[in-house]
């Protein structure tokens, strides 16, 4: 299972399609339980992913350390904004077998949303820990109306990225014109993507879009049952107040709770979580609903259009995708490459197969 650890409700930017640090009364900026009864659950879970989350987690390295050095896990990770990687020491960062980093593509992009500088700072630390041999380094990606998909996904590749992975800032943001954004820019570059991934393909080189390769996963391996990020059934975050919650981002929300380190939670049955439109959906076996949050809270947001534009961008995402599905199925058959290199799984890297 993976487990989303809050190490603190601060952060030390303030992005605009975020905010920065939750209301301390809501996610305290320090841990308010005990740490013992969160590593007897974990190691309760004999398949554990741990990722250190926030606000910014960086922001509590001493955490972060006693966790690393008492707490038995498979798997340690981090959801970093990149820009205090230098407070945690070099000997915890090798140990990590996931980094993401929150970098938006191009440096004028990023820096629009979260700061002059900030795009360079990451850089450099992806950099420092790439040279430290840490080697699976995510690109965590909030997409906006300023975001161009196919250069912005590929830029990121060719700094050095692994994977990239992205959100599409649409329902927890104010409401704007995704509609006609999608249909002129993002659909086209989503189409472009694919057309690389492909053209990587037939020469034997799987990169690293997650979207991508999540969806063909479903379509090759194994379909998703819910939200492919594990909201609640898979997946479950650990508040500093020491909540236990189906979703990250859901601090506010009582449906959110699924129990406390004290007492211990019960994860949900995910199906009865479904609306019907993503019950009988023919795409419900490669997007599993989409986002738990949105099935939950959409509406109150966006209304009912704005949540019906939203699943037009991820019906088409996916259909573009698994028009791919044929070849890439023959490129398996004839041994160009191998079926397990086209399985991914997001649990293993908290990471959002659909945007």
């Not at 005990?34 to 910014?56: C, H, Q, R, S």
């Not at 107040?241 to 939670?265: K, Y």
């Not at 259909?319 to 290199?341: A, Q, Y």
């Amino acid at each position: 299972m993976l487990w989303l650890v809050f190490t603190t409700g601060a952060c030390n930017l303030r992005c605009s399609y975020c905010g920065g640090s939750f209301n301390p009364k809501v996610v305290p900026w320090r841990i308010n339980y005990n740490p013992v009864k969160l590593k007897e659950l974990i190691e309760k879970d004999n398949n554990a992913t741990v990722i250190f989350y926030g606000g910014e987690p960086l922001l509590n390295p001493r955490f972060i350390m006693w966790m690393m050095d008492n707490v038995k896990a498979n798997r340690w990770g981090i959801q970093t904004n990149g820009t205090l990687t230098e407070l945690l020491p070099s000997e915890y960062w090798r140990r990590m077998s996931v980094v993401l980093l929150s970098i938006d593509g191009r440096r004028e992009v990023t820096d629009a949303h979260r700061g002059f500088g900030v795009y360079n700072r990451v850089v450099k630390a992806l950099m420092r820990l790439k040279s430290m041999g840490v080697n699976r380094l995510i690109a965590r990606m909030a997409v906006t109306r300023l975001t161009d998909i196919y250069i912005d996904v590929t830029h990121l590749l060719n700094v050095g990225f692994n994977l990239v992975h992205w959100q599409l800032d649409v329902i927890w943001d104010g409401k704007w014109d995704v509609l006609t954004w999608a249909k002129s820019s993002y659909l086209p570059g989503v189409r472009r993507l694919v057309e690389l991934f492909l053209s990587n393909l037939r020469e034997g080189r799987v990169i690293g879009i997650v979207p991508i390769l999540g969806v063909l996963s479903a379509y090759l391996h194994k379909p998703y049952r819910g939200p492919p990020c594990g909201a609640g059934y898979s997946s479950i975050a650990v508040s500093t107040d020491g909540r236990v919650l189906s979703c990250p981002i859901a601090v506010h929300e009582d449906w959110a709770v699924l129990g406390n380190v004290n007492t211990g939670f019960n994860l949900i049955g995910i199906e009865s979580q479904l609306p019907e439109m993503c019950k009988t959906c023919e795409y419900r076996q490669y997007c599993g609903g989409r986002c738990l949050y949105a099935i939950k809270e959409g509406e109150r947001y966006w209304g009912l259009d704005g949540v019906l534009t939203v699943d037009y961008v991820t019906k088409e995402t996916i259909r573009t995708i698994l028009e791919i599905g044929p070849e890439v199925k023959e490129l398996v058959n004839r041994g160009v490459v191998k079926l397990s290199d086209l399985y991914y799984d997001p649990i293993l890297d908290s990471t959002e197969v659909i945007p």
